[in-house]
C-alpha cells in the first residue's frame, strides 16, 4: 500500500496523527490538535512558543509563512519557517520588512487567493504583492475593526480595479466589460 493510499482513508490518517503527536509529544515536543484549517491555529501556538524560546514550523504551505511573517513579534525569540527547500528566519525577515507590507499581509494575502478564498481571474500573488503601496488604503480598511460593511464593499471593488491595473474612478462594471470582451 502506498503512503497516498494509506493517508486516503480518513481514519488512517486520524490514526497516523495521533500517534505521530504520541511520539512527539513523548519526545517533549508541543503537540496540539486543531479542527478545520490548522494555519491560523499553528502560527499563533508558533508565536507564543516563541516568546520563550527559538521556535520552528516545518510546513510547505504559503498561508502559513504569510500568517507568520504577519504575527512575528520581533521582540521575541528566533521564529523559523522550515520547508523541504529553506529555513527562513522568520522573525529577521518581520524586523527587515517595510511597515506599509507588514500591515498590508494578510490582507494581500488574502486577496490574491490561499487556502479560504480564490484568486481573481489572471491575477498572481507576486503581482499583488507588487502593488502593496496602492492597496494600503483598501488594505487597511479591511484591517480595521470599526470599516462598516459599505466602506470594506467599496475598498474591496477599489483594490479589484487596482489589481486589474484600471484607477478607482472607474466603476467596476465598466472594467469588467473592458477587461473581458
Do not use: W
Request: charge should be neutral; aromatic fraction near 8%; hydrophobic fraction near 40%.
Amino acid at each position: 500500500m502506498t503512503k497516498k493510499s494509506f493517508l486516503a482513508n480518513p481514519s488512517n490518517k486520524q490514526a497516523f496523527i495521533n500517534l505521530l503527536a504520541e511520539q512527539m509529544t513523548k519526545a517533549d515536543i508541543a503537540v496540539e490538535h486543531a479542527k478545520g484549517d490548522a494555519d491560523y491555529k499553528i502560527c499563533m501556538s508558533a508565536c507564543l512558543h516563541a516568546k520563550e524560546k527559538p521556535t520552528a514550523v516545518v510546513a510547505e504551505d504559503s498561508d502559513v509563512f504569510q500568517l507568520l511573517t504577519h504575527h512575528a513579534n520581533i521582540a521575541d525569540k528566533d521564529l523559523y519557517m522550515v520547508t523541504s527547500k529553506q529555513t527562513v528566519c522568520v522573525t529577521t525577515l518581520a524586523k527587515k520588512l517595510d511597515p506599509l507590507l507588514s500591515g498590508a499581509l494578510l490582507f494581500l494575502h488574502a486577496f490574491s487567493g490561499c487556502d479560504t478564498t480564490s484568486r481573481p481571474y489572471g491575477i498572481g500573488k507576486v503581482s499583488v504583492l507588487k502593488k502593496y503601496a496602492e492597496l494600503e488604503r483598501c488594505s487597511s480598511i479591511f484591517m480595521s475593526p470599526s470599516s462598516s460593511k459599505a466602506e470594506i464593499e467599496i475598498a474591496g471593488e477599489d483594490a479589484l480595479l487596482i489589481i486589474y491595473g484600471y484607477t478607482t474612478s472607474l466603476s467596476l462594471d465598466s472594467a469588467r466589460v473592458d477587461k473581458f470582451q
